[in-house]
Structures are given as C-alpha cells and as structure tokens.
Nanobody, 116 residues
C-alpha cells in the first residue's frame, strides 16, 4: 500500500486544519491507521490512531482538540485538528499497519506550521 498525506499548511494559533491520508490500496486489511508527527529537533511521536472497529487513541497533548477518523470506502484516514497551538508544529506522517506487531507503512508527511 502507498499512503499520500495532504492538508498541511500555515495556520494561526487557535485555527484548524484537516489532514487527509489516501491509500492506493484497500485499507480494510489494516487494522491500525494513524498519525505521527515530528517537531523540529524532536523525535517522532504518536498523535492518534484508529483501530478498525471504532477504537481511537490520542496523545494526551491533543485530546479534546484532534479527532481521527477513517473511511474504509474511500481508503482514507483523516485528522481533524482544532484549537491548534504552536507546539503542534511539525511534519505529520500517516501510517498503516495490520496490527501493533506488524510492519508500518508510512506516508510521505505533510507539514503543519502554527504561528503564535
């Protein structure tokens, strides 16, 4: 599967962005879809993931502000980001994996910059 992320950009603090990640193949077999981010000078960190069946998980730093969703019919996973903060700045990578023990397939990343 190939993953194509989009939707990043420059936004002021308090604003919103919606990231999309479209898969070239069928994502139905991937039980876990999600987003990581990497801020300048920092390690990549998990932002959110969505498990087939409905369970979602979020980093504490984004709970209540970000919402992850997946549309299996469109082979797409979304990340709605509201109330953005400067510390949300970074490159956001979508990923897919069949389960938490299997290989991770990465998208190419989309850059998010939040100005204060």
């Amino acid at each position: 599967v190939q993953l194509q992320a989009s939707g990043g950009g420059l936004v002021q603090a308090g604003g919103s962005l919606r990231l999309s990640c479209a898969a070239s193949g069928n994502i139905f077999s991937f039980n876990v879809l999600g987003w990581y981010r990497q801020a300048p000078g920092k390690q990549r960190e998990l932002v959110a993931d969505a498990i087939r069946g409905g369970t979602t998980n979020y980093a504490d730093s984004v709970k209540g502000r970000f919402t992850i969703s997946r549309d299996n019919a469109k082979n797409t996973v979304y990340l709605q980001m509201n109330s953005l903060k400067p510390e949300d700045t970074g490159v956001y990578y979508c990923y897919a994996r069949r389960d938490y023990a299997s290989e991770i397939f990465w998208g190419q990343g989309t850059e998010v910059t939040v100005s204060s």
